[in-house]
């Protein structure tokens, strides 16, 4: 049953997760979770605004001083927070320094916002994902402990099976496919308190085998698409989002794309 009939804005902070990576569309742009659940928002309130302030890339200490400030402005029904993902997957990593950022940007945003949404993001099952694991469950626990002390509210992706599929995330390994980002909108929507449409948290249907060869192929690629650039990036200090702006800086009326825009590309379908 529904806990609330309206919402009338909402503005998402973060980084990549939040601008929709790797959710493509035919025209180079990405869509993700936050523009599908503004979407739905949107059609059941006429003149609901929208904003999106989150840039790719964006370690936590970024998004405390480049989002956080602008957000709390904007005095929206709902804001999302996710961030500090990135700040872990860094070699060196002051986790007291991330905790601390997590709480400030937690301060600043609950008071100017009827919703403030913090989430224990999802992870990718493989040995990368049991490398950084210790550092992830450190941030999600004060992630519940903040919402416990502000009133906020926490989607629990972490804790979802699916969502650690390897065949939800796109081929970088870092970003969810789009039926991947379908299902953390129906994640928030139901946290919002709106009346479930799908049940996000369904399982795949079991893999289909996939040969050595074929395992090796895709590991070669990956390391010469993705996982080289990052690490190159890391070692000159550069971020995929430097000089990049927000996704939507502005809290505007939400129109929804035309449909020829929404026809997903056959390779962003999860299990291909």
Known sequence: METHANYTSFVAVGD??????????????YRGWADLLAAR???????????????????????????VDVAAAMEADVVTLVGGLNDTLRPKCDMA????????????????????VLMRSPGRNGPVMERFRP???????????LAARHGALVVDLYGSPVLG???????????????????????VWQTLGLDAETDWQALLP??????????????????????????????????????????????????PPAPQDLVLRPDRVAGS
């Not at 928002?41 to 480049?66: D, H, M, W």
């Not at 550092?135 to 402990?145: C, G, I, N, P, Y």
């Not at 990036?233 to 430097?242: E, I, N, V, W």
Request: proline share 6%; with cysteine; charged share 30%.
């Open 16 to 29: 990549s997760f939040t601008e929709g990576m790797s959710d493509l569309l035919p025209d180079g742009s």
């Open 41 to 67: 928002l949107a059609a059941r309130t006429p003149g609901f605004c929208y904003a999106n302030l989150a840039v790719r890339g964006k370690l936590i200490g970024q998004i405390v001083s480049e989002q």
């Open 97 to 116: 320094r991330v905790r601390g950022l997590l709480e400030e940007a937690v301060e600043r945003l609950a008071p100017s916002c009827g919703t403030l």
């Open 135 to 145: 550092r992830m469950e450190e941030l999600f626990a004060h992630v519940d402990a």
């Open 165 to 187: 599929d390897q065949r939800m995330w796109d081929v970088d390994r870092l970003h969810l496919t789009a039926e991947g980002h379908a299902r953390v909108a129906e994640a």
């Open 206 to 255: 079991p893999p289909a085998r996939v040969g050595w060869a074929a395992r090796r192929a895709a590991d070669l690629r990956f390391a010469r698409e993705h996982l080289g650039p990052w690490i190159a990036r890391r070692l000159t200090g550069r971020s995929s989002g430097d000089g990049r702006p927000a996704k939507r800086p502005e809290l505007l009326p939400y129109e």
